[in-house]
């Protein structure tokens, strides 16, 4: 008789309890089955690749070109008149030229070519300033890309570069390149 008396409602609960925990083990091993026979799906995207030639890149290229052409006409004709200057102070001789002449005009190449320097090395400065500008400005739109492109593909990885070997299976880089020039004709760019 003691033994129907532990059949009580607290046994019958933890004896239903145990064979639904059994049941889950048992059926969570099949579920990981499956979900092992999927296998995730890995891909690599060459970040310096995009960056080269996303055509928002190109499009940010192209502003500064315009944003600093007149700067850089100007040093292009300081360079010329510096040629010139020079060219005349190797032709001219001490018979032809007066010595204050000459002093003169050796000073003002000088100068000429100082101001030049410098005007160079500021564009230059400033044009890498702009380009890092330009990069910090895109890099989100090219990340984003990568990260619908994936997405929509149902990749669970991508992997960017440096890598030391990849192979051209894996290598999505041309596609988001593709998937970029469209996104750039729907914004309405060239």
């Known amino acids: 008789m003691q033994a129907t008396q532990r059949s009580t409602p607290a046994a019958w609960a933890r004896w239903l309890l145990l064979s639904a925990s059994l049941a889950l083990c048992a059926w969570i091993p099949g579920a990981t089955a499956q979900n092992a026979q999927a296998a995730p799906r890995i891909a690599y995207v060459d970040m310096q690749r995009l960056i080269d030639n996303a055509p928002q890149m ?3 290229r192209e502003r500064l070109a315009r944003e600093f052409a007149a700067r850089d006409e100007l040093l292009k004709a300081d360079e010329k008149r510096l040629s010139a200057l020079r060219a005349e102070l190797e032709e001219a001789t001490p018979v032809n030229v007066p010595s204050g002449t000459r002093d003169r005009q050796q000073q003002e190449a000088e100068a000429l070519g100082r101001l030049i320097e410098r005007t160079r090395a ?46 051209g299976r894996l290598d999505i880089t041309e596609q988001v390149l593709a998937y970029l020039r469209e996104r750039q004709r729907e914004d309405g760019g060239p």
């Open 122 to 167: 500021q564009l230059a400065d400033e044009l890498n300033a702009r380009s890092r500008e330009e990069v910090d400005r895109t890099w989100p739109i090219i990340n984003e890309a990568v990260a619908e492109y994936a997405r929509a593909q149902g990749i669970d990885l991508v992997v960017g570069s440096p890598v030391l070997f990849v192979s």
């Open 58 to 60: 190109s499009e940010a």
